[in-house]
C-alpha cells in the first residue's frame, strides 16, 4: 500500500481543513477593505474624475469587478469557498462528536486516567459495594448519576453532564450558513424597487431599481396626505409622514401612516418612507379688493398663471415663502394691467391683510393660503428570504453563547480492592473552559475525601 | 447639577485613577491599589450620573433621544462601557493592576470628548429616531470596550513575557512588572474578554441588520460602517478559531488582538472620518 493520498482525499483534506478556515476569513476581512475605500457603483466618468484614473487603470479595475466587488465573482466564489468549508468540516467531524456523545467510554482503564488533565485518588475501607454505593449517591447529588459497570471484580462508574453543547458549534456554523441561504432566496425572489404617489392619488405598479421597469403589486396603494413637520423654532425635519391606503377591487383593506422608521407591510411587500417633493405648481388664494369700485373677490389659481381681476387686470402668483423674515407666509406677486406691460413684483402677506392697503396701487391684496401638492417617494421591498436570515441571526447568537459558556464535562471513577483497603481512583475533563473545571474538580475531590474517610 | 459639570468631574476621575494605578504600580502598596479602584467607581458613578443628565436634558429640550445621538455622546458612552468592563472583571478576577492599562483609553476618550468635539444637544434626524439605535449602540459599545480591554491586557502580556523569559527560571519578577498579573493570567483575561466582546459584537451587527432592514428594507448593504465591522467580525472569529483549535496563545494570539482593537478603533472612527457612507452622522 503506497501512503501516498488520492488526489480525492487530498481534496477533501484541503475542504476540511480549519488553516484554510482561517486563510478564507482573513481574505475576506482583507478584501473586503477594498470596497470600502473605492465607492461602488458609481459611473465611469466619477471614478475617473474624482480618483483621477486613466481610462487604462479603470479598465483594468473593472474587469477584476472592483467597482462592484461584493458582488463580484471573485468574492462571491470566497463566500462560496467558505461555506464549502464550513460544510465539509462539519461533516467530517460530525461523526466522531456523535460518537462520543451516544457511546462514552464507560470503563476507564489506567491508561485512560493517565491523560486526564484532573485525577485523584483515595484508599478507604468497606467492600467494592459499600463504595460503590457510597460514590454514586454522591456523584448522583452532586455532579450527575452514573453509569455503573462491574468488571473482574472492579467496578466502573462514568457521568457526564454538558454532552449536548459539543453541538452548539454545529449550531453556530451551520447559523451561518442559514444566513446565506436567506441572502439567496431574497435575491433570487425577492427585489427592491421605489415608487412615488403624489398626494390624493394611488398606484399599483412600483419601479424596479435594478432595472427601471413597472413590476405590477396585485392592490392598488393610495397617498391621502404628505407631511413634514420641523422641530421647534428651526428649519430641522422632525419628522415626514405619509397617509397610506391599501385597496384591493377598490374597498379599503388597510391604513396606515408611515414615518421613517416605521414602515407599512403589506401581502409580503414593505413601503418604506424614503423622500418627497413638490407635485405640480402651487395654488394661491387671494383676497382682492379694487379700491375703484370697492368691490372684493377671492381669487384662485396655480403659479404663474394669469389671474381675472375686476376691473380688468390680471394678478400673477410669481412664488411663496412659508416664512419671509419674521412675517409669517408671504406671496410675491404682479398686477399686468392688460396692456402686457408688467409692474414692479410685490410682496403679499397672509397675517398682514391690511398691509396692502398702505401700496396704494388700484388693488389691496392680501394672501389668502397657498396650497402645495407633494408626492411622497417610498422604497419598495419584497424579500421572502428575510426570516431565513432572522433565524440564522438568533442560531447564531444562541450557538455562540452556548459554545461560549457551556462545555461538556466527564467523569470518571474505579473502585478496585487493594491489598489493604479499596481503591478509587477519580479523573475528569471538560472539552473547553478547563481552568473552571479544574477548580470545580478540586472541590469535588474534597468531598470524596470527606465522604470516604468517614 | 448639570450633565457637563459631571463629565468634568468623570475626567478628572479617570485621570486620577489612572495616577493612582502607577503609584500603585511603583509602591506595590494593596491599600493604594484599592483606592484607585474607589477613583474608579467615581469616576464611573459620575459618568453615569452624567449620562442620565443629558438625558433629562434632551428631553426638557423637548427632544425625545436617548444620548447616543452623535459623536460627542458616542464617545463618552464608549469610555462609560470600558469602566463597566473593567470594573466588572475586577470584580471577577481581582485583578487590579490592569487598569494601569485600561484606563488610559476610557481617560482618552473623555478628554477628546471635552476637548475637541460638539458637545451641544442636537435633536436627532428622522432616519435616526427609532429604538433600534439605542440597542444597536449599546451593544456594539459594549463590545467595542471588551476588546479594549484585551488590547490593554495583551499590551501588558507582551511587555510582562519577555521579562519572564529573560529572568532566571523560577526567580520571581520584582519591579514594576512584579505587580503585573503572570503572563499565563494575562493571556487567559485576553481570551476571556474578547469572548465578552464577540457575541457582543455580533449583537451588535445584527441589531444594526434588523434595524436597516426596518427603516429602509436592506439588512446588509456593504456600507463602509457595515463593511468594517464586518471585518473586525472576521478578525476575532480568526482569534478564536486560532486559539480554540489550533491551540495558538502567548504572544500570537495577543498581537492579533491588538491589531483586532486597531481595526475596531478604526470601524469607529476612522470609517467616519476618512470615509463616507450612511453612518456619517457619528463624524
Ligand atoms: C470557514 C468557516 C469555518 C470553519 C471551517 C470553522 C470550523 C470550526 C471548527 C472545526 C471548530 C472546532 C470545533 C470543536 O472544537 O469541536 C470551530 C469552532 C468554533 N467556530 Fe468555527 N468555523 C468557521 C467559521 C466560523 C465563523 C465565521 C464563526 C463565527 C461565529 C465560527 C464560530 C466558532 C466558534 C464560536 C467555535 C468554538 C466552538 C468550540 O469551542 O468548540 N466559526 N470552528
Given at each position: 500500500?503506497?501512503?501516498?493520498?488520492?488526489?480525492?482525499d487530498q481534496?477533501?483534506?484541503?475542504?476540511?481543513?480549519?488553516?484554510?478556515?482561517?486563510?478564507?476569513?482573513i481574505?475576506?476581512?482583507t478584501?473586503?477593505?477594498?470596497?470600502?475605500?473605492?465607492?461602488?457603483?458609481k459611473?465611469?466618468?466619477?471614478?475617473?474624475q474624482?480618483?483621477?484614473?486613466?481610462e487604462?487603470?479603470?479598465?483594468?479595475l473593472d474587469a477584476?469587478?472592483?467597482?462592484?466587488?461584493?458582488?463580484?465573482?471573485?468574492?462571491?466564489?470566497l463566500?462560496?469557498?467558505?461555506?464549502v468549508?464550513?460544510i465539509?468540516c462539519?461533516?467530517?467531524?460530525?461523526?466522531?462528536?456523535?460518537?462520543?456523545?451516544?457511546e462514552p467510554?464507560?470503563?476507564?482503564?489506567?491508561?485512560?486516567?493517565?491523560?486526564?488533565p484532573n485525577?485523584?485518588?483515595?484508599?478507604?475501607?468497606g467492600?467494592?459495594?459499600?463504595?460503590?454505593?457510597?460514590?454514586?449517591a454522591?456523584l448522583?447529588?452532586k455532579?450527575?448519576?452514573?453509569?455503573?459497570?462491574?468488571?473482574?471484580g472492579?467496578?466502573?462508574?462514568?457521568?457526564q453532564?454538558?454532552?449536548l453543547?459539543?453541538?452548539?458549534v454545529y449550531?453556530?456554523?451551520?447559523?451561518?450558513?442559514i444566513?446565506?441561504?436567506?441572502?439567496m432566496?431574497?435575491?433570487?425572489?425577492g427585489?427592491?424597487a421605489?415608487v412615488?404617489i403624489?398626494e390624493?392619488?394611488?398606484?399599483?405598479?412600483v419601479?424596479?431599481?435594478?432595472?427601471?421597469?413597472?413590476?405590477?403589486?396585485?392592490?392598488?396603494?393610495?397617498?391621502?396626505?404628505f407631511?413634514v413637520?420641523?422641530?421647534?423654532?428651526?428649519?430641522?425635519?422632525?419628522?415626514f409622514t405619509s397617509?397610506?391606503?391599501?385597496?384591493?377591487?377598490?374597498k379599503?383593506?388597510?391604513?396606515?401612516?408611515?414615518?421613517v422608521?416605521d414602515?407599512?407591510s403589506?401581502?409580503?411587500?414593505t413601503?418604506?418612507?424614503?423622500?418627497y417633493?413638490?407635485?405640480?405648481?402651487?395654488?394661491?388664494?387671494?383676497?382682492v379688493k379694487h379700491?375703484?369700485s370697492g368691490?372684493t373677490?377671492t381669487?384662485?389659481?396655480?403659479?404663474?398663471k394669469?389671474?381675472?381681476?375686476?376691473?380688468?387686470s390680471?394678478?400673477?402668483?410669481?412664488?411663496?415663502?412659508?416664512?419671509?423674515?419674521?412675517?409669517?407666509?408671504?406671496?410675491q406677486?404682479?398686477i399686468?394691467?392688460?396692456?402686457?406691460?408688467?409692474g414692479?413684483?410685490?410682496?403679499?402677506?397672509k397675517?398682514y391683510?391690511?398691509?396692502?392697503?398702505?401700496?396704494?396701487?388700484?388693488?389691496a391684496?392680501s394672501?389668502i393660503?397657498v396650497?402645495?401638492?407633494?408626492?411622497?417617494g417610498?422604497?419598495?421591498?419584497?424579500?421572502p428570504?428575510v426570516w431565513?436570515?432572522?433565524?440564522?441571526?438568533l442560531?447564531?447568537?444562541?450557538?455562540?453563547?452556548?459554545?461560549?459558556?457551556?462545555s461538556?464535562?466527564?467523569?470518571?471513577?474505579?473502585i478496585?480492592?487493594?491489598d489493604?483497603?479499596?481503591g478509587?481512583?477519580?479523573?475528569?475533563?471538560a472539552?473547553?473552559?478547563?481552568?473552571?473545571?479544574?477548580l470545580?474538580?478540586?472541590?469535588l475531590?474534597?468531598?470524596?475525601?470527606?465522604?470516604?474517610?468517614? | 447639577?448639570?450633565?457637563?459639570?459631571?463629565?468634568n468631574?468623570t475626567?478628572?476621575a479617570?485621570f486620577?485613577?489612572?495616577?493612582?494605578?502607577?503609584?500603585?504600580?511603583t509602591?506595590?502598596?494593596?491599600?493604594?491599589g484599592?483606592?484607585?479602584?474607589l477613583?474608579?467607581?467615581?469616576?464611573?458613578?459620575?459618568?453615569?450620573?452624567a449620562?442620565?443628565?443629558?438625558?433629562?436634558?434632551a428631553?426638557a429640550?423637548?427632544?425625545?433621544q436617548?444620548?447616543?445621538s452623535n459623536?460627542?455622546?458616542?464617545v463618552?458612552?464608549f469610555?462609560?462601557s470600558?469602566?463597566?468592563?473593567?470594573?466588572?472583571?475586577?470584580?471577577k478576577?481581582?485583578?487590579?493592576?490592569?487598569?494601569?492599562?485600561?484606563?488610559?483609553?476610557a481617560?482618552?476618550?473623555?478628554?477628546?470628548?471635552?476637548w475637541?468635539?460638539d458637545?451641544?444637544?442636537?435633536?436627532?434626524?428622522?432616519?435616526?429616531?427609532?429604538?433600534?439605535?439605542t440597542?444597536?449602540?449599546?451593544?456594539?459599545?459594549?463590545?467595542?470596550?471588551?476588546f479594549?480591554?484585551a488590547?490593554?491586557?495583551?499590551?501588558?502580556?507582551?511587555?510582562?513575557?519577555?521579562?519572564?523569559e529573560?529572568s532566571?527560571?523560577g526567580?520571581?519578577?520584582g519591579?514594576i512588572?512584579?505587580?503585573?498579573?503572570?503572563?499565563?493570567?494575562?493571556?487567559d483575561?485576553?481570551?476571556?474578554?474578547?469572548m465578552?466582546?464577540?457575541?457582543?459584537?455580533?449583537l451588535?451587527?445584527?441589531?444594526g441588520?434588523a434595524?436597516a432592514?426596518?427603516?429602509?428594507?436592506?439588512?446588509?448593504s456593504?456600507?463602509?460602517?457595515?463593511?468594517?465591522?464586518?471585518?473586525?467580525?472576521?478578525?476575532?472569529?480568526?482569534?478564536?478559531?486560532?486559539?480554540?483549535t489550533?491551540?495558538?496563545?502567548?504572544?500570537?494570539?495577543?498581537?492579533?488582538s491588538?491589531?483586532?482593537?486597531?481595526a475596531?478603533i478604526?470601524c469607529y472612527?476612522g470609517v467616519?472620518?476618512?470615509l463616507?457612507?450612511?453612518?456619517?452622522?457619528?463624524?
Open positions: 500500500m503506497s501512503k501516498e493520498k488520492s488526489f480525492t481534496l477533501w483534506d484541503f475542504f476540511c481543513s480549519l488553516k484554510l478556515a482561517i486563510i478564507i476569513l481574505l475576506l476581512a478584501t473586503s477593505i477594498i470596497g470600502t475605500v473605492i465607492e461602488q457603483n459611473s465611469p466618468q466619477e471614478y475617473m474624482s480618483y483621477g484614473m486613466s487604462s487603470t479603470y479598465k483594468a477584476l469587478q472592483v467597482f462592484d466587488m461584493y458582488h463580484s465573482y471573485w468574492f462571491l466564489s463566500m462560496g469557498l467558505f461555506a468549508n464550513l465539509c462539519s461533516i467530517k467531524r460530525l461523526p466522531r462528536i456523535i460518537k462520543i456523545v451516544r467510554i464507560l470503563v476507564a482503564d489506567d491508561g485512560l486516567f493517565r491523560t486526564f485525577k485523584g485518588e483515595v484508599v478507604t475501607t467492600t467494592v459495594e459499600s463504595v460503590r454505593d457510597k460514590v454514586v454522591l448522583g447529588n455532579f450527575a448519576t452514573p453509569v455503573v459497570t462491574e468488571e473482574d472492579k467496578i466502573y462508574l462514568f457521568s453532564k454538558g454532552a453543547s459539543r453541538f452548539s449550531v453556530t456554523h451551520s447559523s451561518i450558513l444566513i446565506f441561504l436567506g441572502a432566496i431574497g435575491n433570487v425572489w427585489y427592491k421605489y412615488n403624489v390624493g392619488q394611488s398606484i399599483s405598479e419601479w424596479s431599481r435594478a432595472g427601471q421597469v413597472p413590476i405590477p403589486i396585485g392592490f392598488e396603494l393610495r397617498c391621502d396626505d407631511e413637520t420641523y422641530y421647534e423654532g428651526g428649519s430641522r425635519p422632525k419628522d397617509d397610506l391606503v391599501v385597496l384591493e377591487n377598490g379599503e383593506i388597510l391604513k396606515k401612516t408611515i414615518e422608521n414602515p407599512l403589506y401581502k409580503g411587500l413601503f418604506y418612507q424614503s423622500s417633493g413638490p407635485a405640480g405648481d402651487p395654488v394661491y388664494r387671494f383676497r379700491r375703484k368691490e373677490v381669487v384662485r389659481g396655480a403659479q404663474g394669469h389671474l381675472k381681476l375686476p376691473g380688468g390680471d394678478l400673477i402668483p410669481m412664488g411663496y415663502a412659508e416664512s419671509y423674515q419674521s412675517f409669517g407666509p408671504a406671496a406677486v404682479n399686468d394691467s392688460g396692456d402686457h406691460a408688467h414692479t413684483p410685490f410682496i403679499v402677506f397675517n391683510p391690511q398691509f396692502d392697503e398702505k401700496r396704494g396701487g388700484a388693488y391684496i394672501l393660503d396650497q402645495q401638492s407633494y408626492y411622497t417610498l422604497q419598495v421591498a419584497k424579500d428570504g431565513v436570515v432572522w433565524l440564522g441571526c442560531l447564531i447568537v444562541l450557538g455562540s453563547c452556548s459554545a461560549f459558556f457551556f461538556h464535562r466527564r467523569i470518571w471513577v474505579s478496585q480492592p487493594l489493604k483497603g479499596i478509587v481512583k477519580l479523573g475528569g475533563n472539552h473547553r473552559n478547563q481552568p473552571a473545571f479544574a470545580y474538580f478540586d472541590e475531590k474534597k468531598e470524596f475525601d470527606d465522604t470516604l474517610s468517614s | 447639577m448639570t450633565s457637563s459639570l459631571l463629565f468631574i475626567t478628572v479617570y486620577a485613577a489612572m495616577v493612582v494605578f502607577i503609584v500603585f504600580l509602591a506595590k502598596n494593596k491599600a493604594i484599592f483606592f484607585a479602584i477613583v474608579c467607581w467615581v469616576g464611573f458613578i459620575a459618568n453615569t450620573g449620562i442620565g443628565m443629558r438625558w433629562v436634558e428631553y429640550m423637548g427632544y425625545e436617548a444620548p447616543l459623536l460627542y455622546e458616542s463618552v458612552f469610555s462609560w470600558i469602566l463597566l468592563i473593567y470594573l466588572i472583571f475586577d470584580l478576577y481581582k485583578q487590579r493592576a490592569i487598569g494601569a492599562f485600561v484606563i488610559p483609553f481617560f482618552g476618550g473623555m478628554i477628546w470628548a471635552q475637541s468635539l458637545a451641544t444637544i442636537a435633536p436627532l434626524v428622522p432616519a435616526l429616531q427609532s429604538n433600534w439605535l440597542y444597536h449602540v449599546i451593544t456594539c459599545f459594549i463590545g467595542y470596550a471588551a479594549a480591554m488590547c490593554g491586557v495583551s499590551i501588558m502580556y507582551l511587555i510582562k513575557i519577555n521579562k519572564e529573560k532566571a527560571e526567580s520571581p519578577i519591579g512588572l512584579g505587580m503585573f498579573p503572570s503572563s499565563k493570567v494575562l493571556d483575561l485576553n481570551y476571556k474578554a474578547i465578552v466582546g464577540f457575541p457582543m459584537l455580533t451588535g451587527i445584527i441589531t441588520a434595524w432592514n426596518y427603516a429602509w428594507g436592506t439588512y446588509w456593504w456600507d463602509p460602517k457595515e463593511t468594517w465591522s464586518l471585518i473586525v467580525w472576521f478578525i476575532y472569529a480568526a482569534f478564536l478559531h486560532a486559539r480554540f489550533r491551540g495558538w496563545v502567548g504572544r500570537r494570539v495577543a498581537w492579533l491588538i491589531f483586532g482593537f486597531a475596531t478604526f472612527l467616519n472620518l476618512v463616507s457612507g450612511l453612518h456619517s452622522y457619528g463624524g
